[in-house]
């Protein structure tokens, strides 16, 4: 069993940057694992933002934030980051982060099996 903290989350204007952090315990990231980050606004689904493929570091991005977040690891800190720039209200949101097993990319909530519990961000204008 994996457990995933997310930190990092905050009050932030339009246009400014934030750096979010999924960091694993209980049992360290694996190579066949992919951690993705969603994020849920008020009233909405949550919906897939940015997965990384843990043994080679391949990532995909939702192209609502391609240019403007990155995902990136480090295998040492056993820790996937999320860096978001130019944030836009429509940004705000309670960001999780998520681990499945295997090497696929999959944007699907259900094709995850371990949650964090989630770091609210909010975007003002």
């Avoid at 204007?13 to 315990?25: M, R, W, Y």
């Avoid at 944030?87 to 371990?114: F, H, I, Q, S, W």
Wanted: aromatic share 12%; proline share 2%; with cysteine.
């Amino acid at each position: 069993q994996v457990q995933l903290v997310e930190s990092g989350g905050g009050l932030v204007q339009a246009g400014g940057s934030l750096s979010l952090s999924c960091a694993a315990s209980g049992r360290t990231f694996i190579s066949s694992t992919v951690v993705g980050w969603f994020r849920q606004a008020p009233g909405k689904e949550r919906e897939f933002v940015a997965a990384i493929r843990w043994s080679s570091g391949i990532t995909y991005h939702a192209d609502s934030v391609k240019g403007r977040f990155t995902i990136s690891r480090d295998n040492a800190k056993n820790t996937v980051y999320l860096q978001m720039n130019s944030l836009k209200p429509e940004d705000t949101a309670v960001y999780y982060c998520a681990a499945r097993g295997g090497n696929m990319l999959l944007t699907g909530r259900y094709d995850y099996d371990y949650w964090g519990q989630g770091t609210q961000v909010y975007v003002s204008s």
